[in-house]
């Protein structure tokens, strides 16, 4: 097995970059219960969500019985609690990371600044492009989901969850979310790889090769619609509010954090958070390898998984050369 890491980035991670055990042979029993772990506890992205969702459920969600009809002012609360969010995760992590370089170049992936200027911005710069498309029409689309899934709950068009009533499904559903996302996004971030969307539509979020914390959500309205969509599987399964705005939350919040363009956030000279992942890097400097993630890995079944090393690296260069030949 080829174990060289690739040459021009500023950090990689040990390679070849594993995916997750439940989807390896023979079984790893010790493997998958380090994988949930290290994926949920003790400080992790995910249970950090659940308690903003918690949290934005008791304090900052509109009582459910007001979202039987559509009112400014329920859903104005909803948009700039989702606003206020989004701003706090992504200019946060952008000026923790950027502005102010508390963390230097240290676990950082690509050496290169974060383009200032070019005309392939709609504002004429990276960030101030990823900031419009992430507030202007990431947020708006993603407030219009949360709006959609409360009405229906609280008319009963969508099946309603309650703790008391199945406490175990209330609980394990906050771990299948994750999965359900890892699915839904290689399918339609493949969809998106066809050259007419791609063109149209995907390209925008493609303007960031070295990409920053605001360029997770930075895409086409249309991106937006379809990505966020993933909320409409609780149409069908059955749902508590909280879990859609964490469902939500999570997609939405971790296109920022994935996106920060650091492994982790180092404290005393030890990384305490997961953040942006090597796999997910490649992608935006290789194009056509790693659309999903590791999660469950549709790119090793298909061919499109880059490890990380130089074999891989010659591998998926050949697929570009057929690619562009097709």
Same mark, same amino acid.
């Given at each position: 097995?080829?174990?060289?890491?690739?040459?021009?980035?500023?950090?990689? !991670?040990?390679?070849?970059?594993?995916?997750?055990?439940?989807?390896?042979?023979?079984?790893?029993?010790? *493997?998958?219960?380090?994988?949930?772990?290290?994926?949920? #506890?003790?400080?992790?992205?995910?249970?950090?969500?659940? @308690?903003?969702?918690?949290?934005? #459920?008791?304090?900052?969600?509109?009582? +459910?019985?007001?979202?039987? *009809? #559509?009112?400014?002012?329920?859903?104005?609360?909803?948009?700039?609690?989702?606003?206020?969010?989004?701003? /706090?995760?992504? =200019?946060?992590?952008? %000026?923790?990371?950027?502005?102010?370089?508390?963390?230097?170049?240290?676990?950082?992936?690509?050496?290169?600044? +974060?383009?200032?200027?070019?005309?392939?911005?709609?504002? =004429?710069?990276?960030?101030?492009?990823?900031?419009?498309?992430?507030? /202007?029409?990431?947020?708006?689309?993603?407030? @219009?989901? *949360?709006? %959609?899934? &409360?009405? /229906?709950?609280?008319?009963?068009? /969508?099946?309603?969850?309650? &703790?008391?009533?199945?406490?175990?499904?209330?609980?394990?559903?906050?771990?299948?979310? !994750?999965?359900?996302?890892? #699915?839904? &996004?290689?399918?339609?971030?493949?969809?998106?790889?066809?050259?007419?969307?791609?063109?149209?539509?995907?390209?925008?979020?493609?303007?960031?090769?070295?990409?920053?914390?605001?360029?997770?959500?930075?895409?086409?309205?249309?991106?937006?619609?379809?990505?966020? =969509?993933?909320?409409? $599987?609780?149409?069908?399964?059955?749902?508590?509010? $909280?879990?859609?705005?964490?469902?939500?939350?999570?997609?939405?919040?971790?296109?920022?954090?994935?996106?920060?363009?650091?492994?982790?956030? %180092?404290?005393?000279?030890?990384?305490?958070?997961?953040?942006?992942?090597?796999?997910?890097?490649?992608?935006?400097?290789?194009?056509?390898?790693?659309?999903?993630?590791? *999660?469950?890995?549709?790119?090793? &079944?298909?061919?499109?998984?880059?490890? =990380?090393?130089?074999? @891989?690296? @010659?591998?998926?260069?050949?697929?570009?050369?057929?690619?562009?030949?097709?």
């Amino acid at each position: 097995m080829d174990k060289t890491p690739l040459k021009g980035w500023n950090h990689v !991670p040990p390679v070849p970059i594993k995916v997750s055990p439940f989807f390896t042979w023979p079984p790893r029993p010790l *493997e998958m219960v380090g994988w949930i772990w290290n994926s949920w #506890f003790l400080i992790t992205e995910k249970l950090i969500l659940v @308690a903003v969702a918690f949290v934005s #459920f008791y304090w900052f969600q509109p009582p +459910l019985a007001e979202s039987r *009809e #559509f009112a400014f002012d329920w859903i104005t609360q909803m948009y700039l609690r989702n606003l206020i969010l989004m701003t /706090a995760v992504a =200019g946060g992590l952008h %000026l923790y990371f950027y502005t102010f370089t508390k963390q230097g170049q240290r676990l950082r992936y690509d050496p290169r600044p +974060l383009m200032k200027a070019g005309r392939q911005f709609t504002l =004429g710069g990276q960030i101030r492009d990823n900031m419009f498309w992430t507030l /202007a029409s990431g947020v708006t689309v993603w407030t @219009a989901y *949360e709006v %959609l899934m &409360f009405w /229906a709950l609280a008319n009963g068009y /969508a099946p309603m969850l309650t &703790f008391a009533a199945h406490p175990v499904w209330f609980v394990a559903l906050f771990l299948l979310i !994750p999965i359900w996302e890892s #699915f839904y &996004f290689y399918w339609i971030h493949r969809l998106l790889h066809v050259s007419f969307l791609y063109k149209h539509v995907h390209a925008l979020h493609h303007r960031n090769i070295n990409v920053g914390p605001w360029s997770g959500l930075s895409m086409h309205p249309v991106e937006h619609l379809i990505f966020l =969509g993933s909320v409409l $599987i609780h149409w069908g399964v059955a749902a508590h509010p $909280i879990h859609i705005l964490f469902h939500l939350q999570y997609y939405a919040l971790t296109a920022a954090t994935t996106h920060t363009g650091f492994e982790g956030l %180092l404290v005393k000279d030890k990384n305490r958070l997961a953040l942006g992942t090597f796999h997910h890097q490649m992608h935006h400097r290789y194009f056509e390898c790693n659309y999903g993630s590791l *999660e469950i890995p549709w790119d090793k &079944f298909f061919g499109s998984f880059h490890d =990380g090393t130089i074999g @891989a690296d @010659a591998r998926i260069r050949e697929r570009r050369k057929r690619l562009m030949k097709s």
